[in-house]
T-cell receptor
Framework: AQSVSQHNHHVILSEAASLELGCNYS??????LFWYVQYPGQHLQLLLK??????LVKGIKGFEAEFIKSKFSFNLRKPSVQWSDTAEYFC????????????FGGGTRLMVKP | GAGVSQSPRYKVAKRGQDVALRCDPI?????LFWYQQALGQGPEFLTY????????KSGLPSDRFFAERPEGSVSTLKIQRTQQEDSAVYLC???????????FGQGTRLTVV
């Protein structure tokens, strides 16, 4: 069974700082990769996804992620965070032969100080 | 509706009580998922429907948990004889087909006292 690890549980940044959230997964086969965001009081929303092709994926709100197959990683980045990026971020994996059931990491709670 | 709708938003149940949680997926979405999210953790898969067929229920934690989607649209997650460890947010998600984005509802927060 696949698993997903997010090593940073809590991250505190000042506005304009750069962000990188780590995500590693364990599964040897074909995977689809996702980052979801949950703003306070709201539902999970998709930030970006990787199915195939260019391993550098650009999502909404200036976020991007890079799939590095050799490292089983899909780290999320943003060059300059804003206060409105305060939220919880979840990495998720869908193994290619598992319908599209998602396996989630434990989440990273990001707080951006104005 | 515009998105996935879940009801109730909040439910408090006494231990031993049965509960039913409802999910209205996006109209026309074939796939429907239930996840359980405990406090401070990521969502964990419970079960998956394709239309009315329950194709995977491997994540249901016990035989007290039962899900159905009889007409391939609305789904109900039922928990019998609730226990304190069932306290969590229950999320429903739907997608158009196997390889498209899953859209999540706001969840039902269940508290068992």
């Amino acid at each position: 069974a696949q698993s997903v690890s997010q090593h940073n549980h809590h991250v505190i940044l000042s506005e304009a700082a750069s962000l990188e959230l780590g995500c590693n997964y364990s599964y040897g086969g074909t995977v689809n990769l996702f980052w979801y965001v949950q703003y306070p009081g709201q539902h999970l929303q998709l930030l970006l996804k990787y199915f195939s092709g260019d391993p550098l994926v650009k999502g909404i709100k200036g976020f991007e992620a890079e799939f590095i197959k050799s490292k089983f990683s899909f780290n999320l980045r943003k060059p300059s965070v804003q206060w409105s990026d305060t939220a919880e971020y979840f990495c998720a994996v869908n193994a290619g032969n598992a319908g599209n059931m998602l396996t989630f990491g434990g989440g990273t709670r990001l707080m951006v100080k104005p | 509706g515009a998105g996935v709708s879940q009801s109730p938003r909040y439910k408090v149940a006494k231990r031993g009580q049965d509960v039913a949680l409802r999910c209205d997926p996006i109209s026309g979405h074939v796939s429907l998922f239930w996840y359980q999210q405990a406090l401070g953790q990521g969502p964990e898969f419970l079960t998956y429907f394709q239309n009315e067929a329950q194709l995977d229920k491997s994540g249901l934690p016990s035989d007290r948990f039962f899900a159905e989607r009889p007409e391939g649209s609305v789904s109900t997650l039922k928990i019998q004889r609730t226990q304190q460890e069932d306290s969590a947010v229950y999320l429903c998600a739907s997608s158009a087909d196997r390889n498209t984005e899953a859209f999540f509802g706001q969840g039902t927060r269940l508290t068992v006292v």
